[in-house]
């Protein structure tokens, strides 16, 4: 009888929790610690290529660990989502992430680089937990005016992360000859995230919960009096995969991100090759990038509550990227760095903001599938295409300068942007609501 009637009594039942903001924040906090751990080596990659006696490109793999580690744990971590729910996965990542940071600890000499290797590998387990949790916290928790919104400040978490990766490290650890000086800056950090990692993760145990009381939308409200018998996260996948729009989307999100990826984890490099001695700029340059970007996604995310044009939204955004990345491409090596930092930052504005429009428009095309199946797939074909852009952009950089390697960069974006133009905006989600409230 419930499972029968439920749509109605759910639907009359739609009520806001307040703790939806708490969720929120405290999800965004540990999301930042975390993507923080991912950039901590490469905002400074000369330093730790000095102190651990490593080539550049043994600390390239620390930030791709996170990349590597992800494609095949996607899977099993988003069916545990779907089977267990938002809190034990809430628990899982930041647990990881606190464990991760811990284990860096014991990496304070320069022949322990396998310890820092093994931390990272647990921070990057704990990115499995974490990366896919944004669109989902939204729908579970937010109504339907405010979802885009909250999806932008679950990924603001993550950017802000990345950005005081870029900005911290070169602050706390300066590029000395002293190894041990070198040693005493470099735990002052990792000690720092470790206990910041661990005041999360108990006030995770504290506050996270499951779900709100009451359903916050009607599309929640549809989800929640769905049977479970009906759910097969085996033929979700299957549908997902079939959905031609929503392909489409997955490979022009990895596109889009890969090249975020890359571009994060080489900029250091970048801008010591044409500025040296520059690491605190380099790291503010990477800092610029994000905080506009941030910008972006929060401006994009009220936009798309506002005005629910995803697919012109996200095509604008794109072209925008690639022309952001042109000019920061054929101005990098003028000479002046307040150019590099106007240029860095219209790119963030565009390309970093673009990471929520991508998990909205997916949950979007693919209603009523879940929101962490979605995001998930997003990611890997993300975590793949940064691994790939990378390397590849790395190899350029070393053999031909870094105009080749920027230059393949805009040329993927090229393609992304005309693949974008093909997405249909079959909005399933919106018509649920529309439907439901009319009912």
């Not at 993507?35 to 080539?55: C, E, H, K």
């Not at 870094?402 to 993927?412: D, E, H, R, V, Y």
């Amino acid at each position: 009888p419930a499972a029968a009637g439920g749509v109605g009594d759910a639907a009359a039942e739609v009520r806001l929790s307040r703790l939806r903001w708490a969720v929120l924040l405290l999800f965004s906090s540990y999301s930042l610690c975390n993507a923080f751990q991912w950039i901590q080596y490469g905002s400074i990659n000369n330093v730790f290529v000095r102190f651990y006696g490593v080539s550049a490109f043994a600390i390239d793999w620390l930030s791709m660990s996170y990349m590597l580690i992800y494609i095949p744990l996607l899977f099993p971590v988003a069916w545990l989502l779907d089977k267990r729910g938002l809190r034990l996965i809430a628990l899982a990542g930041s647990a990881l992430n606190a464990v991760g940071a811990w284990v860096k600890l014991g990496s304070l000499k320069p022949h322990l680089f396998p310890v820092t290797v093994l931390g990272q590998v647990i921070c990057g387990l704990a990115q499995v937990f974490i990366l896919g949790m944004p669109s989902r916290i939204a729908s579970v928790w937010f109504g339907s005016q405010e979802v885009s919104t909250a999806c932008s400040v679950a990924v603001f978490g993550n950017q802000l992360g990345i950005a005081a990766g870029f900005l911290v490290p070169p602050v706390l650890i300066p590029n000395v000859e002293d190894v041990e000086k070198l040693a005493y800056h470099i735990s002052i950090m990792f000690f720092m995230t470790a206990g910041v990692a661990s005041a999360l993760f108990i006030l995770v145990i504290i506050v996270f919960k499951e779900k709100p009381p009451n359903p916050p939308s009607r599309a929640q409200a549809l989800i929640q009096s769905r049977p479970t018998a009906e759910y097969s996260y085996l033929q979700s996948i299957l549908r997902l995969l079939r959905n031609a729009n929503f392909l489409l989307l997955m490979v022009t999100y990895g596109l889009n991100v890969g090249c975020f990826y890359a571009l994060s984890t080489l900029l250091n490099r970048m801008v010591i090759h044409h500025y040296p001695g520059e690491e605190v700029n380099a790291g503010r340059i990477g800092l610029t990038i994000i905080l506009s970007g941030m910008v972006g996604a929060l401006i994009s995310g009220i936009w798309l509550d506002k005005t629910k044009t995803y697919k012109q939204t996200t095509l604008v955004v794109y072209i925008m990227s690639l022309v952001g990345m042109i000019i920061y491409t054929f101005t990098l090596s003028l000479g002046h760095l307040w150019v590099v930092f106007v240029t860095a930052g219209l790119l963030g504005f565009f390309m970093t903001g673009y990471l929520p429009l991508g998990f909205e428009f997916a949950a979007e095309l693919t209603y009523p599938e879940s929101e962490g199946t979605s995001s998930g797939l997003l990611n890997v074909s993300a975590q793949i295409f940064g691994i790939a852009f990378t390397i590849s952009q790395g190899q350029l950089m070393d053999h031909f300068g870094t105009m080749a390697g920027n230059l393949l960069l805009c040329s993927i974006l090229l393609l992304g942007t005309i693949m974008t133009a093909f997405i249909k905006a079959d909005l399933r989600r919106q018509q649920a609501n529309l439907e439901n409230k009319q009912t």
